[in-house]
C-alpha cells in the first residue's frame, strides 16, 4: 500500500528510532517526507509506518486501543506513559513494565494492595498487582494452577517484579498478619537470602541475578498459602573465580567480609586481599552497605528457618572458598610439578583446610596432583602451576555451586511443600539475556520453563 500526500507517518531515525513524519510527495517507486525537525527525507513505502496523528497526549493504557499497533506506535505509547510517570501499560492481558529507577512506595503499599483486591484486570490502571490479583482469581475461579512468566533484559526490574507478584499473593493468601515465621513471611525472606548468594554486580545491574528461579506458591482448597517450592537453575559458577572490573563476585563474599566479629573468626578481612575479589577493583555498590547487608542476610536466614549450626557451616565454606582463591603455587623440583608458593599461601592452604574441615595434606595433594586409572591400578601424576589454579579454581566453583543448591534444598525443606495442595501460582524469574542474533541460552532457558509448568495450567505474561 503506497502512503498519499499528507498521511502522518512514522520515518527510521538514526538517533531517535522514529521520527514523526507527514508524506509530502509520493510516486511508485519512492515517498518524501518532512519529519517533525524539518527534515526532508525521501526513502521507499517499507520504511515508513502509519502513524495515528489524532492519539492522546497521554497514551492508553491498554496498547490494543491503539489504531496501529506498529512498533513506533507502541514505543511511543509507552514514553509517553513513562513522562507522566505511568510505568504499566497492557497490551490485552500482557502487561508491560518499565523500570522507573527510582523508588515508588505509593504504588506498592497496603493501601495499593487492597485496592487490586477482587478487581477484574483492567478495571483499574494497569498494574503489576492487577496481574497478581487475576492469577490469583483465575485460579480460585476455574480451580487450575497458574503461571506469571517475567521476562526482559538484565536489569529490565524482572526479579522486582517477581517480589512484588509474591507480595501481593501473600497479601491475599496470608493467614496471620505479622507472624515472624509464617509460610509467607518465609517465602518472602527467601528472595533477599537467594539474593545474596545468586546475585552480583554486573554493568548492567548491580543487583543482577545470576540464576534463573522460578517459584511455585501452593494453597489450600480455600485459597490460603499452605506451602511454596523454589527452583533454581543455571547459576553462573565461572563468577566465584573470575570477575572484570566494574563487576563484582556474588554478594555474600562481601557481606561477610564486612561482618566484623564473624569475618575475624574466618581470618578474613579486607576484600582487597582476596584473589576470587580483588580481580576487579570495585568492591562497594553505592548506597549499600556491606555490613549491614549481612545482618538483613542473617535475619533472613533466621526467619526462613535455616539452624544457627547450618548458618555457620554456610559461611565457613564462603570463608574457606575465598582462602582456597589465595593459594598460589610455583614449579616444583621434578618436572611438571608444583609447590605451594610461600608461606602466605601456606597459611591460606592451611585456613582453606581447616575450614572445609579436611587434613591439610589431602588438600595439598588433591590440588597438586591428579589420578588416573589404568588398567594396572591407579597412577599419581604431578600437575603443574597452571593445571593446579584450574583444579582449584574448578573446586571453588563446584563447592560454591553445591552449597547454592544446598541453601536452596534447605529453604525448601524449611519453608515446607503442602502435599495436599489443591493448586499453585508459579512465578518465573527468567535470566536477563543479552541481545544476540542466536541466543541459544534463551531456547534452554525456555525449554526448562516449559519443563517446570504443567500443561494443565494457565499463564499470564509481564514483558519488561
Ligand atoms: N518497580 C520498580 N520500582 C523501583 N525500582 C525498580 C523497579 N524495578 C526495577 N527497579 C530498579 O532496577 C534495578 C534492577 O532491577 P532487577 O534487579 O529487578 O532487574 P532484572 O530484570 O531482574 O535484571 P537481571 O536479569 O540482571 O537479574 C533494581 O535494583 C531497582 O533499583
Ligand atoms: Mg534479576
Redesign the pocket.
Known sequence: MGFRKGTAVWVEDKSNVWVEAEVIQSTDKSVSVLTKYGKKITTTNEKLMPRDADGDHGGVDDMTKLIYLNEPGVLFNLAQRYSLNE?YTYTGSILI?L??????PH??NTHMMEQYKGMQLGELSPH?FAIAEASYRAMMHDRRSQSVL?S?????????????LMQYLTFVGGRVAGDFRSVEQQVLESNPLLEAFG?AR?V???????FGKFVEIQFDRTGRISGAAIRTYLLERSRVVQIVDPERNYHCFYQLCASGKDAEKYKLDNPRNFHYLNQSKTYEIQGISSSESYLKTRRAMDIVGITLTDQEAIFRTLAAILHLGNIEFSPGKEHDSSIIKDEKANFHLQMAADLFMVDVNVLFTTLTSRTIQTPEGSIMLALDCLAAVAGRDALAKTVYARLFDWLVENINKSIGQDPDCRFQIGVL?????ECFKNNRYLHYNFASYLSYTSTNRDMLDIR?
Open positions: 510505568i513494565a523500570n522507573p529507577f527510582t523508588n515508588l504504588l506498592y503489576v517475567v526482559g533484559e538484565s536489569g529490565a526490574g524482572k526479579t522486582e517484579t517477581t517480589k512484588l546475585n554486573t548492567r545491574n548491580d543487583n543482577s541475578s545470576r524469574d527468567i535470566y536477563g539475556f519488561i
